[in-house]
């Protein structure tokens, strides 16, 4: 499974993945582990999406909370079928980004993609 941080996305610093309201590359980890848990070596099937997305979500902001920082956590995730299509997201927040940030990881086997978003508001 290959495995990506993608920090370009990483905002409030000029050091990507260390802004306050980033969760630290080290921290996403639990997106990594989320997704390898919910999805494993497993192929795309249609019927699973649901319950994997909402596995991946519960998983990865569950361990964001027990980080115990002082934020407030938002945490997407997309799954998407290799099929040869294009995959494009973004997202734009209104924010202080002096204390908030996001980062997003992007996870892939040979049937799928997973994009996991997570959001930092400082409280």
Same mark, same amino acid.
């Given at each position: 499974?290959?495995?990506?941080?993608?920090?370009?996305?990483?905002?409030?610093?000029?050091?990507?993945?260390?802004?306050?309201?980033?969760?630290?590359?080290?921290?996403?980890?639990?997106?990594?582990?989320?997704?390898?848990?919910?999805?494993?070596?497993?192929?795309?099937?249609?019927?699973? /999406?649901?319950?994997?997305?909402?596995?991946?979500?519960?998983?990865?902001?569950?361990?964001?909370?027990?980080?115990?920082?002082?934020?407030?956590?938002? /945490?997407?995730? /997309? #799954?998407?079928?290799?099929?040869?299509?294009?995959?494009h997201t973004a997202s734009s927040c209104f924010w202080d980004s002096s204390t908030d940030g996001s980062c997003t990881v992007?996870?892939?086997?040979?049937?799928?993609?997973? #994009? /996991?978003?997570?959001?930092?508001?400082?409280?």
């Amino acid at each position: 499974m290959k495995q990506t941080l993608i920090t370009k996305g990483c905002t409030g610093t000029s050091m990507p993945g260390r802004c306050r309201g980033c969760p630290a590359a080290s921290d996403l980890r639990a997106s990594f582990q989320a997704i390898e848990s919910a999805i494993g070596g497993n192929a795309y099937q249609h019927s699973k /999406v649901n319950q994997w997305t909402t596995s991946v979500v519960e998983q990865t902001l569950s361990q964001l909370t027990k980080l115990g920082k002082p934020f407030k956590y938002i /945490v997407t995730c /997309v #799954i998407m079928q290799k099929n040869g299509a294009g995959l494009h997201t973004a997202s734009s927040c209104f924010w202080d980004s002096s204390t908030d940030g996001s980062c997003t990881v992007r996870w892939e086997n040979k049937t799928m993609y997973c #994009i /996991v978003s997570a959001f930092g508001l400082s409280i």
